[in-house]
């Protein structure tokens, strides 16, 4: 992660410029609903009345890994059932790459390895982990941020399912070659956010992959 040092036009406001005026939980199930009562400065000089905002909470952040193997060219996918989904005019089957939560004290790295054994059976090498970025897929209301990596692998031994049954995880498992996953960006086949930023970074890198 960037140094605030090193960042490139850094911000004109941070956290310590918001305040928190009150915040409730209103509903807590599998996920979470919080509301809270914020004001900030505005890029105008002024300042916010206070404001209501519910945030859709998962209590903890995620990570997305995009298995790549360099010597077959091919990206490893998953497909599952998203019943966020389900209004998507194809199908609610989406085109995804490996993520997960990350669980209680693990850091970043350390839940992308598990994730990519759990659901792709991978065994993979913190060296062969590399990052991409942390982003917020929806920042107007969730607060999940997700941490992607892309890793190197050694796919040609791959299960054609995965996930873990404790959970309801029902994973298809395929490969596909890197242009066609390029591809599937390019004509909205693969419209997951993870996978889009996941496949546009190796291709932005591809070179660099294919020649180590």
């Known amino acids: 992660m960037q140094d605030q040092k090193e960042v490139l036009y850094p911000p004109r406001f941070t956290l310590k410029d918001v305040t928190i005026h009150e915040k409730k939980r ?9 509301e809270y009562t914020v004001s900030y400065p505005t890029f105008t000089g002024g300042h916010t009345p206070k404001l209501l905002r519910e945030i859709f909470e998962r209590d903890a952040d995620a990570v997305a890994i995009l298995p790549y193997d360099p ?8 497909e599952q059932f998203r019943p966020g989904a389900l209004k998507d005019p194809l199908t609610p089957w989406l085109f995804e790459i490996v993520a997960g939560m990350i669980d209680g004290a693990e850091s970043e790295l350390e839940a992308a390895k598990r994730e990519l054994k759990e659901e ?3 065994t993979v090498a913190d ?8 982003v917020y897929p929806s920042p107007g209301g969730v607060s999940e941020c997700v941490t992607i990596y892309i890793a190197t692998v050694d796919a040609s031994h791959i299960g054609t399912h995965g996930g873990l049954e404790s959970e309801n ?3 298809r498992i395929f490969k596909v070659k890197a242009q066609e996953a390029f591809e599937m960006v390019r004509t909205g086949r693969i419209n997951n956010a993870a996978a889009l930023i996941g496949i546009m ?12």
């Open 26 to 34: 209103l509903y807590k199930k599998h996920f979470a609903l919080d």
């Open 71 to 78: 010597v077959t060219d091919e990206i490893v996918l998953i």
């Open 120 to 122: 792709s059976g991978l």
């Open 127 to 134: 060296e062969d982990f590399h990052y991409v970025n942390r």
């Open 169 to 171: 995880e029902d994973l």
């Open 201 to 212: 970074s190796l291709e932005l890198r591809y070179d660099e992959f294919r020649k180590a």
